[in-house]
């Protein structure tokens, strides 16, 4: 049998550190990685057979659990038709008919093969539109790896402290105004200066890349003003949390509407696909309407599409995210309990399927809440969970996620996990 060890040093000779994305590498937390052999339900089982009670859902795309049999069914129909066809195929119009109902913002949207297309995309889009070139975008936030995206982001960029990345260069870079995130009075500064030249602002609503930091009471309206009065197109990343914090997003929850709106992640139902949608007169404005130019070979791939709308029928049943949240709540509430018992500084978040773990009093509410050392204590969690057989995201940067089938005995089974962790520490 190979080892997760063996992989690891194998992978390190023929992929850069090992892995295909750089967070997987667990530089956040040390240690090296495993290597998943097999997922199911609420499960991930290593190449050594262990298992893991999945806090990470692949990120965020496996909100209906591991193998969910109808999305499994819908891409297993869909195998039998073809692979690809480079020209218009039905699935394309179900699924974003789908999006379209979903999220009353979006008039139009236009699929593409991950969440960093979608926001290029939909910033190249902005700019054409608006005819201007900067943005501004909030210090921890993360949205893809882009080169206009790579200054003060969140994920992996915080996780490895780049602060920002060689290879973007400074003309690209220097259109990239941050400010950081829930203090609107430094946004209002920034946009009094020089909103007549930006063309888009960009904010995860509920920020997800930096642990999870939500906004605070009049933030997002605020910034929705702030763009009404510049002629500013605003951009909701919601990679993260479409369908995730609710079945509208997190626009939904907060009654804010973006003038575009970026999908990833669950839009999938695991495979790699991204969007972008918004107001028609907006979305018009690409080609082959428009003269916004953008594409993609397999974007609009007819298994991903039909993963996409299987996992879309998924959530759309019932009571799935009252479910969900109970889900998420039960978790963060019985993490809560347990920490209190074993005196330790703790606080959490959650918002449906999302929830985000602080080791310290209150919850963080911008990047520069975040302190060294509970970001040390995190490491140590993490690895005290893992050894336990729960496997939480590998950085204190990032939210974590449940599924409509992670039980109440599995939540418990890691509240009892927690209580000993704790006691570790
Ligand atoms: C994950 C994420 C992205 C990037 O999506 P990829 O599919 O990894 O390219 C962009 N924005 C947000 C908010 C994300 O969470």
Known sequence: MTSNQELFQHAQRVIPGGVNSPV????????????????????????????????????????????????????????????????????????????????????????????????MSAIRLARGFTGRNKIIKFEGCYHGHADSFLVKAGSGVLTLGIPGSPGVPDAVADLTLTVPFNDLPALSEVMSECGDDVAAIIVEPIAGNMNMIEPLDGYLQGMRDLCDEHGSVLIFDEVMTGFRVAKGGAQALYGITPDLTTFGKVIGG????????????????????????????????????AAGSAMMKEISSEGFYQQLERTAQRLTAGLQAAADAAGMAFSTRVQGGMFGLFFSQKPANNFSDTSDESVETYKRFFHEMLDRGVYLAPSAYEAGFVSSVHSDDLIDETIEAAKEAFKAL
């Open 270 to 305: 695991g495979l790699p696909v991204g969007a972008f949608g918004g107001r028609q007169e907006i979305m018009d404005y690409i080609a082959p309407v428009g003269p916004v130019y953008q594409a993609g070979t397999l974007s609009g791939n007819p298994l991903a599409m």
């Open 24 to 119: 997987r590498a667990f530089k956040g937390v040390g240690g090296d990685p495993l290597f998943i052999a097999k997922a199911q339900g609420a499960h991930m089982y290593d190449v050594e057979g262990k298992a893991y009670i999945d806090y990470i859902g692949s990120w965020g795309p496996m909100i209906a659990g591991h193998g969910n049999e109808n999305v499994l069914a819908a891409v297993h129909q869909a195998v039998d038709m073809g692979l690809s066809f480079g020209a218009p195929a039905p699935a394309e119009v179900t699924l974003a008919q789908q999006i379209c109902d979903m999220i009353p913002s979006i008039d139009k949207v236009r699929m593409v093969n991950s969440g960093t297309e979608a926001t």
